[in-house]
């Protein structure tokens, strides 16, 4: 007799009596099993409702089954078995003190070989000799909410960058415990930081079981822009980070895009900090310890990725990065106030900015262009002239003309200067420069 697994998608009871029973296989096929005459035959009456009783029960806890049929051809059920889904052997755990670097959950809808196949979360983590391994949680024990309390403290400790203790068992590798803090761990927090700059390798870590769930980034530096979009001329000098990132996740894609399309990086990342014997000990241990992270296995240190941001190369792919802007006389005037001590008729002193006196003012800004066409939009009010490395451009009215726009074909580094020659100190000068194609 044929032994069927699969759970009960469909219960249907007939006219005499005759109950059908539509099984989800693995597979995703269906098949169809019968229990006929549930009111004939009184001897066996029993019998077939307690098949119905448990194929009705397992298709409410959407608990597998397993169905021996006595007749392939009439697919009549002989017998029915149903599945726990909760493993009941007593586990053999063991204790790890570990870092997080890395959480994916899966769902698994299918029988295993004795029960239902669970659904689980991978746990990536890194010990303190930068050896790394994947652990399992079960997310359907018995103790559903412990599961998810369980998860909660392994993505908070993710975040943090603290060390957690997991209780594993040694058999399986599947996770029975989560313990915030203790033991000798890579970290016992985590300092954030952000950095910017280009990816220049990815290497594959290799895992205590011969697989690889985290990859190893190298990372060169790069001068970021403050939030007006300006690089300061300040001194900098690339240095080359090292990160760790999770394979197949969201940020390791986005490497990846970098790496191939050399493009700009934004990294958000966690510095562990060692933690060695006593608080005293681990605070006195952080302090001295270099920029960095933790210690690849006979390498250098590594950061934990906690979040990435793709931008163009030049920081921007619709407006220019500019290094320097000059707009001094915009503010305060050809003299530093705009020039005290002009007299008055009563002898009180008046500057520009009380007279309105006009006078000749300009905007110089140095910037790195994309290549493209730009837009220069101006809401001045007055008189201009706009040049973009000493030659003048058109300038052209909106239909109420009150706006006046400039277009220009740019690539690199160029000079822009507007040229303002009746301007007086009560003005708002109101630029804005993007990219249209």
Known sequence: MAVTRGFVERLEVGRAGLVTVELLLDSGARQSFTIADLDADPERFNERLSKLGLLRDAQ????????????????EIGSVTRVTRDSLAAPQPTTVSVMIVGVAVMAKNAT?????????????????DGSSRVYVLDMQIPERAVAAAQLAMIRD?????????????????????????GGAGSSGGGVPG??????????????IDGKSGVALVSFTTAPAPDASGVVPLDPFTPVTRLFLVVVGSPEYELFLTGLGDKLRMRVAFLTPQTRTGTTSDANASAAAQPAGGVAAKDGPEADLV???????ALA??????WIQISRKSLDVGPDKICTDGLPSNDLAPRSLRDLHIPYKAEWIGWGCFNHGVYRFQFALGNRFEIQVDGKPLCVHASKDGMTQFAHACLDGEHQVRVELPCWTCDQEFAMDVYRIR
């Open 60 to 75: 409410n806890r959407a608990e597998p089954v397993e169905i021996e049929g006595d007749d392939a051809q009439s697919g």
């Open 112 to 128: 295993g070989q004795y029960a239902e196949a669970s659904d689980t979360a991978q746990v990536f983590t890194l010990s303190d």
């Open 157 to 181: 400790a993710q975040t943090s960058g603290a060390t957690v203790s997991l209780y594993v068992d040694a058999k399986t590798g599947w996770i029975t415990g989560v313990q915030l803090g």
């Open 194 to 207: 952000t950095v910017d700059g280009f990816v220049e390798a990815i290497e594959h870590a290799p895992m």
């Open 306 to 312: 906690c979040g990435a941001k793709l931008l163009h």
């Open 316 to 321: 921007t792919a619709s407006r220019p990065v």
